[in-house]
């Protein structure tokens, strides 16, 4: 995940190295937890800005495009809608498309948005309905699908072989390339695939709650496991990239597809020149408000504390202390004005950030 890291050697929060292990899962653990439990639009308390997108009538047009993407694929499917890949994009565009409209539905009251809310809402409902469909055609195919959503609504953690059947069957689905990659609908279906792999691969089980050779043990195993599934993904983002030409941005490829080809890089710690390059390349989609800039903040971060007195600009990247059970910031650059910072690109108060990686040092949090 993301934000915190333990050492120097530490991949994600795990250390990478076996020496360092134990930082390694911290650094996913904590940061991304946090940063993928917020939604992508709206404020937050503390907040005056919004996350993403910039404004309740873009975020509306942003929604309708996601539903025409979902309507498109259940009128005249570009995939078959057996394959697992197929059906988690009709799922992806529908449901991401059903969230947006739900969390700007409050313009209305504050008078913050122009567009038909009334029209939009009813569409979205008659798209829930048909997305149904195809969400009980993916449990029936693919029951693991449902243990994410568990995962996901009620932090039920599977168990470390049901980790291993999902990342196996993702794996199968995505290296049969069922669905072509220059098709939104398989870009969102497949990196939502890997999304589920990937979280559920850091997330089970919890070895902060464990304590000496009982953690470490289960560090060692974590550190294993998820080298596998990072550097796999990574292949997969190139292979994706290729293929369409250029960055998965949220605008067209999904919010889903953009959120996962983003901690695909943010997790690629052993190829640091991978992340390098395509900052620039993150930065360009923000710029043209077709990405989270929450995205580039926390890839920015990354790098810039890898490098020799490197320091971080919106404090996202940092450590757990193994006797205090609390998480600190990597060095940040005009610490004064880092709040100010975070609220601009849509990031909570460091103070209130801080607070819950403090949760996961403690081993509260999965």
């Not at 320091?311 to 600190?328: A, E, F, I, P, V």
């Amino acid at each position: 995940m993301p934000g915190a890291r333990h050492g120097p050697g530490w991949y994600k929060g795990v250390p990478w190295q076996l020496g360092g292990i134990l930082g390694f899962t911290r650094n996913w653990v904590v940061g991304a937890l946090i940063l993928l439990a917020a939604p992508l639009t709206g404020t937050r308390a503390g907040q005056s800005a919004p996350v993403w997108p910039p404004s309740p009538d873009t975020g509306m047009v942003i929604a309708g495009r996601w539903m025409d993407q979902a309507e498109q694929a259940l009128d005249h499917p570009p995939c078959d809608l057996a394959d697992r890949i197929c059906a988690t994009g009709v799922h992806g565009f529908a449901h991401a498309a059903v969230d947006m409209v739900a969390a700007l539905s409050d313009c209305v009251q504050t008078g913050g948005c122009q567009a038909d809310m009334a029209a939009l809402e009813a569409r979205t409902d008659a798209l829930e309905k048909r997305a149904k469909a195809v969400d009980a055609r993916l449990e029936v195919i693919s029951p693991d699908f449902a243990t994410q959503d568990l995962v996901d609504r009620w932090h039920m953690l599977p168990t470390a072989e049901t980790a291993e059947r999902l990342w196996r069957r993702v794996r199968g689905d995505v290296e049969r390339d069922a669905c072509p990659p220059t098709q939104p609908l398989c870009v969102e279906g497949e990196l939502l695939a890997l999304w589920a792999a990937d979280q559920i691969s850091r997330s089970t089980p919890n070895c902060f709650a464990l304590d000496g050779q009982a953690r470490q043990a289960c560090m060692i195993d974590m550190v294993r496991r998820v080298g596998r599934v990072d550097a796999f993904d990574q292949g997969r983002l190139r292979h994706i990239m290729a293929a369409i030409g250029g960055w998965p941005d949220a605008l067209t490829w999904g919010s889903r597809a953009s959120q996962m080809a983003w901690l695909i890089v943010q997790h690629a710690d052993p190829t640091p020149a991978f992340q390098r390059h395509l900052l620039p390349v993150i930065k360009s989609a923000v710029d043209a408000g077709r990405t989270p800039p929450a995205h580039y903040a926390y890839l920015y971060d990354r790098v810039a504390v890898k490098k020799a007195g490197g320091r971080q600009l919106y404090g996202t990247q940092g450590r757990c202390d193994d006797k205090s059970h609390t998480w600190g910031p990597d060095p940040v650059a005009d610490p004064a004005h880092l709040d100010q910072r975070r609220v601009a690109i849509g990031l909570t108060p460091e103070a209130d950030y801080q607070a819950q990686l403090n949760r996961v040092c403690r081993g509260e949090l999965h």
